[in-house]
């Protein structure tokens, strides 16, 4: 069982920059992937980006150059930090583990980004 905690969201302008925490209960070197998802209102739930135990990272194109995800293992914690925000990437953001084939959930933090 894996239990993960975001925390960070809030409101910020645009063009501002947010930093979003996940952590897990278990250690991060058993987990095969961690990656932050997120669902804006009436829309699907989106990857946006992810990070394996061996520190390959893929990225949503909307976030490339902007979104930066990693990991701190002594922590057992992941982060995104978020740069360069727009009104469109307001969402609920949410953390996901991939652990022994299980797929696990946080409860998500909402990030709003308005002026």
């Known amino acids: 069982q894996v239990q993960l905690v975001e925390s960070g969201g809030g409101l910020v302008q645009p063009g501002g920059s947010l930093r979003l925490s996940c952590a897990a209960s278990?250690?991060?070197?058993?987990?095969?992937?961690m990656g932050w998802y997120r669902q804006a209102p009436g829309k699907e739930r989106e990857l946006v980006a992810a990070?394996?135990?061996?520190?390959?990272?893929n990225y949503a194109d909307s976030v490339k150059g902007r979104f930066t995800i990693s990991a701190d293992n002594a922590k057992n914690t992941v982060s995104l930090q978020m740069n360069s925000l727009k009104p469109e990437d307001t969402a609920v953001y949410y953390c996901?583990?991939?652990?022994?084939?299980?797929?696990?959930w946080g409860k998500g933090t909402l990030v709003t980004i308005s002026s």
């Open positions: 996901n583990a991939v652990r022994d084939g299980m797929l696990y």
């Open positions: 990070i394996t135990s061996g520190s390959k990272t």
């Open positions: 278990v250690n991060i070197f058993t987990i095969y992937t």
